[in-house]
């Protein structure tokens, strides 16, 4: 199987103060094209700063992380903004959704930076909104909707710009387990039809187990990966 990304031996060490913490201790893993793999573990094990480590969004202390053929770990800042906003979709465990802005606005707002009017923009938010359930939700704000729509928004915003991966840390964290399964399954439908890849950090193994494969981590190794089966 083709691979999508390849991590290999990064090691994150954070320093605090005088304390060095060892987050990631030789990891090395590979995602398929089009695969949906969940990443668990305990708290503190490395998940998040696994997960940042791969988007680019804090560098490595050691080891390689290469996407679609591109080395992650040497690039510069510039090429890390440009290579997310190219290849990148993030979901987060909080929404952040601007308060001020409707629905669509939120998630318009993904389409800027790439010179397109503002009436095409609110027209491909308007159909992303539409396929993750929100169409008579388009003009509510995030006050005006409940936390589950808010999170669909917020899934609505990343994958907008159609981004080959998406990365998500709890992307159900804060919602309750019924809303959080919905909020799996809508992020699978999407994915398969737009043929993205996924990775899902979750500490909830329920949700986990909707993944192709679990990758499960502990003090900031990988301890073993196991792939699902299906029904
Ligand atoms: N910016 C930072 N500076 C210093 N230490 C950090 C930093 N970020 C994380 N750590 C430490 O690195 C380790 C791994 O943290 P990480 O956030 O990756 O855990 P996690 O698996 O995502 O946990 P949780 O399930 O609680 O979100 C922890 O011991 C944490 O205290
Ligand atoms: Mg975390």
Excluded at 2 to 18: L, T, W
Excluded at 135 to 155: E, F, L, T
Excluded at 184 to 195: D, F, S, T
């Amino acid at each position: 199987m083709p691979e999508i990304i390849k991590v290999d031996k990064v090691h994150k060490i954070y320093r605090v103060g005088e304390t060095l913490v060892h987050a990631l201790a030789g990891v090395s893993m590979q995602v398929a094209r089009g695969e949906f793999v969940a990443i668990t573990g305990p708290s503190g094990s490395g998940k998040s700063t696994l997960l940042n480590m791969l988007a680019g969004l804090e560098p490595v202390t050691a080891g390689e992380i290469i996407i679609g053929g591109q080395h992650i770990e040497s690039m510069n800042e510039n090429e890390l903004v440009r290579f997310r906003r190219e290849n990148i979709g993030f979901i987060f465990q909080s929404y952040n959704l601007i308060p001020t802005m409707t629905a669509e606005e939120n998630v318009a707002i993904s389409l800027m930076f790439r010179g397109e009017s503002r009436s095409l923009r609110l027209e491909k938010a308007r159909k992303m909104l539409a396929l993750v359930g929100l169409s008579d939700r388009a003009q509510n704000k995030p006050s005006q909707m409940s936390g589950g729509q808010q999170q669909r928004v917020g899934i609505a915003r990343a994958l907008v710009v159609n981004p080959k991966i998406i990365f998500a840390d709890e992307p159900t964290g804060n919602l309750d387990s019924k809303s959080g399964a919905e909020v799996i399954a809508l992020i699978k439908k999407v994915v398969r039809e737009q043929k993205q890849t996924v990775v899902m950090v979750t500490h909830d193994l329920a949700l986990a187990q909707q993944a192709d494969r679990i990758i499960y981590i502990k003090d900031g190794r990988i301890v073993k990966q196991e792939t699902t089966t299906k029904d």
